[in-house]
């Protein structure tokens, strides 16, 4: 049985709020390994992300990892946040460079993800198992495939004990990825990271700033069906769930859907396994 977990971002208002509180029961029932919440950019994440920790945890039950970023956080900051987390039994996280938002001046004081996965094994130890961002179609801002297999790797060698990687929508990205990390020495377990579809406008913006690509049969289709919704989310569970089959057979570890707190894409994709 191939684990499944979701990934949840910290609702800031109440629709948000109300929004993922429909959502939720629908998504646990699937029975999610864990379920992971984004961390706020530009020091948000300080009241957001360890809120919606704690209500997941407390009042659903859920296994909730919260993500770190090196984004704006000092070193005091982040080994305060960590305490917390521990403190509320997490003993998951997703440790992750972050991207910095538009006006911020410094990263804080960690630049790379890797210095993120050093920290919290020298102050944290084995208390928190650690998930890292991987990119089978490589991270846009890296040279070439080569140098940024070569950045995982350090991620890996800080410490690391699993990785999800940046959604994609070609299983051969992630099979030829899967490759070149076992030839690379790295043996850890990549979880595959799954990007229901919903609203293709709002994905097409996502793809750009990712670097994730969406195939040109797939975008020309999604053209054809205009403002029809409905055929939107049928097509789009279709190929997504047609995809995850694939990495299933080909012996995918665990899938992580980015369910952008919804349910009704996600479980269009689930229904269809």
């Known amino acids: 049985m191939t684990a499944i977990s979701f990934e949840f971002f910290p609702p800031k208002t109440d629709d948000q709020r ?8 629908q998504l646990k029932a699937r029975s999610p390994e864990y379920v992971s919440v984004t961390f706020g950019a530009g020091g948000s994440t300080l009241s957001y992300t360890p809120e919606a920790v704690r209500e997941l945890r407390e009042s659903h039950q859920l296994d ?9 956080g000092s070193r005091e900051e982040i080994r305060e946040l960590l305490t917390r987390y521990r403190d509320m039994g997490c ?28 920290f919290i094994r020298s102050e944290f130890g084995d208390s928190f198992h650690i998930e890292v961002a991987c990119y089978p179609e490589s991270h846009p801002q890296a040279r070439d495939a080569q140098t940024d297999l070569a950045n995982f790797k350090r991620k890996v060698e800080a410490g690391a004990n699993g990785a999800i990687t940046q959604y994609f929508f070609n299983a051969d990205a992630y099979f030829r990825f899967r490759d070149d990390v076992a030839a690379a020495g790295i043996d850890i377990p990549l979880t595959a990271g799954v990007m229901p579809i919903s609203n293709f406008a709002q994905l097409r913006r996502f793809s750009q700033m990712c670097g994730a690509e969406i195939p ?3 975008d020309t289709h999604m053209t054809g069906f205009g403002d029809d919704t409905t055929a939107i989310r049928q097509f789009g569970a279709d190929v997504v769930a047609s995809m995850c089959r694939r990495l299933i057979e080909g012996g995918v570890q665990g899938l992580h859907l980015y369910t952008l707190n919804r349910a009704q894409a996600t479980l269009a994709v689930l229904d269809r396994l």
């Open 18 to 25: 109300a929004q993922l509180q429909r959502a939720l029961p």
């Open 216 to 218: 040109r049969w797939i």
């Open 64 to 72: 909730a990892a919260p993500h770190l970023s090196c984004v704006g």
């Open 91 to 118: 003993r998951r996280v997703v440790a992750l460079r972050g991207d910095l938002p538009s006006g911020m001046a410094a990263p804080g004081d960690f630049r790379y993800a890797n210095e993120l996965v050093s």
